[in-house]
């Protein structure tokens, strides 16, 4: 979310020695143009709002002009067009915010997903909805591995005595 942007600015100067640039999606289309167009991969962090990348409806069509249109159809070109990922590492804070699968906040996480080597998803937001929402989640992260909705739903009842332990022992 746009209000965490200078808290991750500050965090990873502070902790992390590292300098990154807040942006929005016009910065991001043109760093990554300069990636696809030299292909010379060169180090940046940015950090950005899920609000400012947000896709919009029907992106694809070329006739969606805007940063955000643009930058969505670059990802999802830049993903199947490519075997070098234009995206090292790609970090979503407060990210229950992607939990449902309609929204444009996940279909933005789909578009980093496949343009990144790397995924990590934060939030310290206990997901205490139904299990689909996780579900989306894990999809987003493995897709590979979660797959389909009734198979997890398997998975989370096979793990059931093994919660029910652990909150024995708590």
């Not at 790397?118 to 909805?129: E, N």
Request: proline letters at 5%; a negative charge; aromatic letters at 8%.
């Amino acid at each position: 979310p746009a209000m965490l942007c200078e808290k991750w600015r500050t965090d990873l100067r502070v902790r992390f020695g590292m300098e990154a640039e807040i942006v929005s999606a016009d910065r991001i289309l043109e760093k990554l143009n300069g990636f696809l167009t030299h292909g010379t991969p060169h180090s940046f962090s940015l950090i950005t709002s899920l609000e400012g990348l947000r896709p919009p409806a029907n992106y694809e069509q070329l006739e969606r002009t805007g940063a955000r249109a643009a930058l969505a159809r670059l990802l999802d070109q830049a993903s199947t067009l490519s075997e070098e990922k234009p995206l090292d590492l790609v970090i979503i804070d407060e990210a229950h915010y992607l939990r449902n699968a309609s929204t444009a906040n996940h279909r933005l996480g789909n578009l980093l997903r496949d343009a990144a080597r790397h995924l990590v998803l934060l939030t310290a937001t206990p997901i205490q909805i139904h299990s689909q929402n996780l579900y989306q989640l894990l999809r987003l992260i493995s897709p590979e591995d979660f797959y389909n909705i009734d198979l997890f739903d398997d998975m989370l009842r096979a793990n059931e005595p093994v919660v029910q332990a652990l909150r024995y022992l708590w």
